[in-house]
């Protein structure tokens, strides 16, 4: 059967992003000669219908991308509960003609779906039985297609790696955070943070694991002691003795002991006070968390997630069980809803039942790894090193131009191999310090407070080693006697050691395991999706946008914004992807003079009708000839008056700042392998060199010799790109009016 009338309605908590995902489902519905509706208020309103059930237009979900909560309304509804509530949604839904629903909301909203979509057969015969529809009506619609995506900030969803929100709500907690370490910092005080999850300690780990945080308390792993007051008061003494000014304690709100007591903030307050003999503050972050405009990640997976929710409407049959949209290792999948329902619920049952490990194994394999991660960047002092086990010199550099999130990988990584019992060398001036030995060794102490510094501490810079200087490193690395090297970089960063490994049949020292660790905010790099520092650009260039975009309210104007990247068009998509913008320009597809006439001619038709501002992003290395200042002179000329453009060149604000949530979090994931690898192959039978990088499986390492197979050398860029395929989805949404309708 053709779909014809599809609804979307957001339920429950809010969650940032929401609104992305239904401009996405609307438009992608309107592109696909769909009728769409927006239920308003959640299940209330389809409950109450009337007009509270409104189609949408085109336009009528412009300008929402980067505004926080739900525009089209949520709330809790009791009615929605009972059978009767549901009778009288069902037939709101005949009376609109409506087959198809698309609801965005956590698992309380999405297991009211699964029971509606049960009882529709029904609720219909009931319907028909009372008088209220016709058996007509009723044989027209005997089938309701549901497909769910999840709002919620606590990323609390089995099935999928993010759930719309949650990502938001991080940007919220770490800012919080980092606020409250340096005025902690300041003077020499102890807080404790309150932050949201019931039965899900997912942001509190991230938080802690993005932070400074010295302790965490979360739902699924409740300390192992019964005093681990004590433990924890402990702790934080060491913390100070060791020369910490602040001390934090991240506490979700679901935390408990092994006993299932719940673990609330005042009663921390109250050991940590008596035990510390200092004042202690308490900040609850409560609905700050909800709020504030949608991070770019949450856009884009709002956008892509409500984009395949309709897909998924159309490819549904009558026996088709409701879908569930997810995110699995960077791409957008579907598995059963009630199947992914169940599974959250056992979590929340396990805790209840004070079943922890399984709360942890029901969690996911990275969940726990991330855990095990934090227990070590929490130690205030590192282990001894176990008798017997042979203690190695691992050296640490940045290389490339500097990424947002290399302090954080190399924090992580230090903490990491002197945890393991190992010295640590930070090397000064990427290669340069290699070449020139400026080296020092590093304690536990000497990266604290690095997780959430932009720039690189250590120096980094983009000299590659070529003639005299292998014999420089050679002798530095013989006389250090490192037995294994992280480089932590760009693009520079990869060839470096790529040619140290080619030199190696001339220099026997170069016979050290070296691993190679992504962090470029141009995302330019083989073997991973995504670099470090490319997320924190992203969140850079759209919170820029957005302000560019306020500034024209008035005007009728067009904006070239161009973006970094060099000759990878990631930034410039997935930014326009963010922001709305209607024409990416990036160097992957060139520029012709034919498609300028076709842009021109668009933006002259838009303005002609009304419309107020166009955006087009591009990439800095689009087109040698046809610039940004050639293109922004060309449509000003061919405007007519109609409009003005001007352009905007963002420069090097994208390569500062503090990192995102996100690439604290994958720097400290990545480094930690990086230095498991090391540890594990620096013998000299296993002394292979890798690059790390997150995958669509995972966390993968490939050998340094693959680079060559998978890198594009000429433009310096992998040859396979996988965020390729979503242009045709940014191409879609950001049109000025969908194609069924262009006469
Ligand atoms: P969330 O969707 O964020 O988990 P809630 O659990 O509060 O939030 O659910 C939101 C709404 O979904 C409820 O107010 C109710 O209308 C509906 N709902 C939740 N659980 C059920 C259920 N078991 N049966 C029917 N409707 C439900």
Redesign the pocket.
């Given at each position: 059967m053709a779909i014809q009338r599809l609804a979307v309605l957001t339920?429950?908590?809010d969650a940032s992003g929401m609104n992305a995902a239904v401009r996405a489902v609307v438009r992608t519905a309107l592109d696909r000669g769909v009728e769409v509706f927006a239920i308003y208020e959640?299940?209330q309103g389809l409950v109450d219908g009337g007009d509270r059930i409104r189609p949408m237009s085109w336009d009528s979900v412009g300008g929402i991308l980067n505004r926080g909560g739900t525009v089209i309304g949520t709330a809790?509804?009791?009615a929605?509960?009972t059978h009767e509530g549901r009778r009288a949604a069902a037939r709101n839904l005949l009376e609109h003609e409506i087959d198809s629903l698309v609801i965005i909301?956590?698992?309380?909203?999405?297991?009211?779906a699964n029971?509606f979509r049960q009882e529709w057969p029904q609720l219909l015969a009931e319907l028909v039985e009372l008088g209220q529809v016709t058996p007509e009506v009723v044989a027209r619609r005997t089938n309701l297609t549901i497909v769910g995506l999840v709002g919620?900030i606590d990323n609390d969803m089995h099935g999928t790696d993010m759930t719309i929100g949650a990502d938001t709500a991080l940007h919220r907690i770490t800012e919080a955070v980092d606020a409250i370490s340096s005025t902690a910092a300041s003077h020499q005080r102890t807080f404790v943070v309150k932050v949201m999850g019931r039965n899900c300690g997912y942001l509190a780990l991230m938080a802690a694991l993005a932070t400074g945080a010295e302790w965490v308390l979360i739902p699924e792993n409740p300390p192992a002691m019964d005093n681990w007051e004590e433990k924890m008061c402990a702790d934080l003494k060491a913390g100070r003795k060791a020369g910490r000014r602040d001390s934090i304690v991240i506490v979700a709100e679901g935390a408990r002991d092994r006993n299932g007591n719940i673990i609330g903030s005042s009663y921390l307050q109250k050991v940590l006070e008596e035990n510390l003999h200092e004042e202690v503050r308490v900040t609850v972050l409560g609905h700050v968390q909800r709020g504030g405009s949608p991070s770019a990640f949450d856009r884009n997976l709002g956008t892509l997630m409500g984009h395949a929710a309709v897909e998924t409407v159309l490819a549904a049959t009558p026996e088709s069980e409701p879908q569930l949209i997810c995110l699995r290792g960077n791409r957008i999948t579907r598995a059963p809803l009630m199947k992914c329902v169940e599974q959250t619920r056992a979590v929340a049952d396990a805790i209840t039942r004070h079943e922890y490990e399984r709360a942890m194994d029901l969690r996911g394999g990275s969940f726990k790894e991330a855990f095990r991660t934090l227990r070590t960047m929490l130690r205030s002092l590192p282990h001894e090193l176990p008798a017997g086990q042979k203690q190695l010199r691992l050296a640490v550099l940045n290389a490339g131009a500097p990424a947002p999130g290399m302090n954080t990988a190399v924090r992580a990584a230090v903490r990491i191999g002197l945890d393991r019992g190992h010295i640590m060398l930070g090397v000064s001036n990427g290669f340069k310090g290699l070449i020139e030995d400026q080296i020092t060794e590093m304690n536990w102490m000497s990266v604290n407070g690095w997780a959430s510094m932009g720039g690189s501490v250590l120096g980094t810079n983009r000299e590659v080693p070529h003639g005299r200087d292998f014999y420089a490193i050679a002798r530095t690395i013989e006389q250090r006697a490192i037995n294994g090297l992280l480089v932590i970089g760009g693009y520079s960063g990869y060839q470096a050691p790529y040619r140290l490994f080619r030199e190696l049949p001339n220099y026997p020292a170069f016979n050290i395991p070296i691993i190679c660790l992504p962090a470029t905010i141009s995302n330019n790099l083989p073997g991973s999706e995504l670099s470090i520092g490319a997320d924190t650009a992203l969140n850079t260039i759209v919170d820029a946008v957005d302000k560019i975009k306020e500034s024209a309210v008035a005007l009728r104007r067009c904006y070239i914004v161009e973006v970094m990247g060099r000759r990878c068009g990631y930034l410039a998509l997935m930014s326009g992807l963010a922001t709305g913008a209607e024409r990416v320009y990036m160097h992957e597809e060139g520029i012709r003079l034919n498609d300028l006439q076709i842009d021109v001619k668009e933006l002259v038709t838009g303005f002609k009708h009304g419309k107020r501002l166009g955006l087009l992003m591009r990439n800095e290395e689009a087109h040698p000839v046809y610039t940004t200042n050639v293109l922004c002179a060309l449509f000003d000329a061919e405007s007519d008056g109609l409009f003005d453009v001007r352009q905007t060149i963002l420069g090097h604000m994208q390569q500062g700042g503090g990192p995102s949530p996100f690439d604290r979090i994958q720097a400290t994931r990545l480094a930690a392998r990086c230095i498991d690898y090391l540890i594990e192959h620096a013998q000299p039978e296993l002394c292979d060199s890798a690059y790390i990088g997150l995958e669509a499986g995972g966390i993968q390492i490939h050998p340094l010799e693959d680079m060559p197979k998978m890198l594009d050398e000429v433009n310096q860029r992998p040859k396979q790109e996988w965020w390729m395929d979503l242009r045709s989805i940014a191409k879609v949404l950001a049109q000025p009016m969908p194609q069924t309708q262009v006469s």
């Open positions: 339920s429950g908590g959640g299940y809790r509804c009791e929605f509960r909301g956590g698992d309380g909203s999405l297991t009211g029971i919620s």
